[in-house]
């Protein structure tokens, strides 16, 4: 099995998970018929610090999808750097991997798919050398 799939596969099983325990945590708040006649309505206090915690998982779930579709374009564009000759080990893959990280580099780096493989490599040295002199 592809690692790509293994990754999509584990986000897919975590998404599924938060979504369970959202919902144990909604069914939890909305007491059954044999319950309310016990039951004391929650303070400001304590409604408040529920509604964080459901806000705290939804949050983290969005974190975790924009981390692994970040993720993916870095490994799609590092493949395409490879495919390009830059074979791991060499100094253009080496400059890729750096440069890639950071969101404006990548959105350039996009834009040369349709160039020649001589044209992207030489604007990833071009840009690591213009970073780093």
């Known amino acids: 099995m592809d690692i790509s799939n293994k990754e999509q596969e584990q986000e897919e099983f975590e998404s599924v998970m938060v979504a369970l325990a ?3 945590m909604l069914s939890e708040e909305r007491p059954t018929y044999a ?7 929650p303070g400001p206090e304590e409604k408040e610090t529920a509604d964080l915690t459901k806000l705290h998982l939804v949050s983290g779930l969005q ?3 924009i981390v692994g579709s970040k993720r ?5 564009m590092v493949a395409m750097v490879i495919a390009d000759g830059a074979i791991p080990g060499t ?3 080496f400059y890729a991997s750096q440069l ?3 969101q404006k580099y990548r959105d350039v780096f996009s834009s040369f798919k349709g160039f020649a493989p001589s044209v992207r490599l030489g604007w990833i040295k071009r840009t690591w050398e ?3 002199s």
């Open 22 to 24: 959202l919902d144990v």
């Open 35 to 41: 319950r309310r006649k016990l039951h004391l309505s």
């Open 63 to 65: 974190e975790k999808q």
């Open 72 to 76: 993916h374009e870095i490994h799609d």
């Open 91 to 93: 100094d253009e893959h």
């Open 100 to 102: 890639l990280l950071e």
């Open 130 to 132: 213009l970073n780093n």
